[in-house]
């Protein structure tokens, strides 16, 4: 593949399941693993990026920054602050890069509303909301496991957004409701069968003093 007329190859894939290589195989990629430091242990592969399931971000990513690898990571970075606030302490002192989803912030409409609104051109932001929902994957579990959900999964596209644009937040509250769920897991059954209907909220007020909101919903 090409990234801006740079030349890229993957050079090895992995993953838990040993039947992914042949997936990868049929993609041209070349080695396949089901053992990460065999990645960020590989000479040859200079970026590594971690897109697993988020529970495992955590535990992955360290071993990436340790080998001098530049990282790309899924959301979230970890699932509990204390990993988070390691990860950014390693990334301070490694001579590469972390660089960690969601990537909205980088695109070139986002920064042009962050330019408008840091100029004052809207007057001063009091309330802000972001909503995001979909019914949830139907090929994997880890979606309706502990440390899944659509905060984790969905919301922290609204966090990162709203965040980005009126400054970081102070302290957070955050409620859930489900009216169904279904906590066994089936490959053969669809996603409808797991969670019937579940909304999350989040408040936090920010240092601009105001209250953004950040929705994330599943419908079945």
């Known amino acids: 593949m090409n990234l801006k007329g740079v030349p890229c190859e993957i050079r090895i894939a992995c993953d838990a399941l040993p039947s992914v290589a042949e997936r990868a195989r049929e993609r041209g990629i070349p080695a396949f693993t089901t053992d990460p430091n065999k990645v960020t242990g590989r000479a040859n592969v200079d970026i590594v990026l971690v897109l697993s399931a988020m529970q495992s971000h955590g535990s992955l990513t360290p071993a990436a920054l340790l080998a001098g690898k530049q990282l790309l990571v899924g959301k979230e970075m970890a699932m509990v602050l204390a990993e988070a606030a390691e990860l950014v302490e390693l990334a301070k002192t490694s001579k590469d890069h972390l660089v960690c989803a969601p990537h909205v912030t980088l695109s070139r409409t986002y920064q042009q509303m962050w330019r408008r609104i840091a100029a004052g051109d809207?007057?001063?932001?009091?309330?802000?909301?972001?909503?995001?929902?979909?019914?949830?994957?139907?090929?994997?579990?880890?979606?309706?496991?502990?440390?899944?959900?659509?905060?984790?999964?969905?919301?922290?596209?609204?966090?990162?957004?709203?965040?980005?644009?009126?400054?970081?937040?102070?302290?957070?509250?955050?409620?859930?409701?489900?009216?169904?769920?279904?906590?066994?897991?089936?490959?053969?059954?669809?996603?409808?069968?797991?969670?019937q209907d579940w909304a999350i909220n989040r408040w936090w007020p920010f240092s601009g003093n105001g209250w953004p909101s950040a929705r994330a919903t599943g419908f079945a």
């Not at 596209?157 to 957070?172: E, K, S």
């Not at 769920?181 to 059954?189: I, K, L």
């Open 122 to 195: 809207i007057g001063r932001i009091h309330s802000a909301r972001g909503m995001y929902g979909w019914s949830g994957p139907d090929w994997t579990p880890w979606f309706y496991e502990t440390g899944g959900g659509p905060m984790f999964d969905l919301g922290v596209h609204n966090v990162t957004t709203l965040t980005g644009l009126i400054g970081p937040a102070i302290c957070a509250a955050t409620t859930m409701g489900s009216r169904s769920r279904r906590s066994s897991w089936n490959p053969q059954d669809r996603k409808r069968r797991w969670w």
